[in-house]
C-alpha cells in the first residue's frame, strides 16, 4: 500500500535545468528521511542527496553539491530534488526512497524501506 511515485525527468541539454517530484501515498512522507539515488547504465546505485524529517538536516554528494537542491513539501506528501547546471554525466535512472529513521550519505540503500519505480534523467552534450 505504501509506494511513492517519481516525475519530471526528461531530456535536457548540458546546462539546463530539472525538477524531480516524490510524491508518497500509503503513508506520511512528513514522519520519514527520504533520499535521491541515482543508476547509470552498468554503473552501481549511487546516493545523491538525503532529507531528514526530525531535524531536517540535509546532505549531498560532492558530484551535486551546489547544483542540487533537495526540499519538501509536507502538506502535499513531496519530496523535490531541483537539479541546475547539469552535466552529461548526470544521466541517470532518479530514485526516491524513504526510510523511518534518521540517514546520512552512509546509510545504506537496503536500510530504506519504500521506493519509487524511477524517472529518467538523460542531458546531453
Known amino acids: 500500500e505504501a509506494q511513492l511515485v517519481e516525475s519530471g525527468g526528461g531530456l535536457v541539454q548540458a546546462g539546463g535545468s530539472l525538477r524531480l517530484s516524490c510524491v508518497a501515498s500509503g503513508f506520511t512522507l512528513a514522519d520519514y528521511a527520504i533520499g535521491w539515488f541515482r543508476q547509470a547504465p552498468g554503473k552501481e546505485r549511487e546516493v545523491v542527496s538525503c532529507?531528514?524529517?526530525?531535524?531536517?538536516?540535509?546532505f549531498y554528494s560532492d558530484s551535486v553539491k551546489g547544483r542540487f537542491t533537495i526540499s519538501r513539501d509536507n502538506a502535499k506528501n513531496t519530496v523535490f530534488l531541483q537539479m541546475d547546471a547539469l552535466k552529461p554525466e548526470d544521466t541517470a535512472v532518479y530514485y526516491c526512497a524513504a526510510h523511518e529513521y534518521w540517514v546520512d550519505l552512509i546509510s545504506s540503500w537496503e536500510e530504506y524501506d519504500v521506493w519509487g519505480q524511477g524517472t529518467q534523467v538523460a542531458v546531453s552534450s
Open positions: 532529507i531528514n524529517s526530525r531535524d531536517g538536516t540535509t
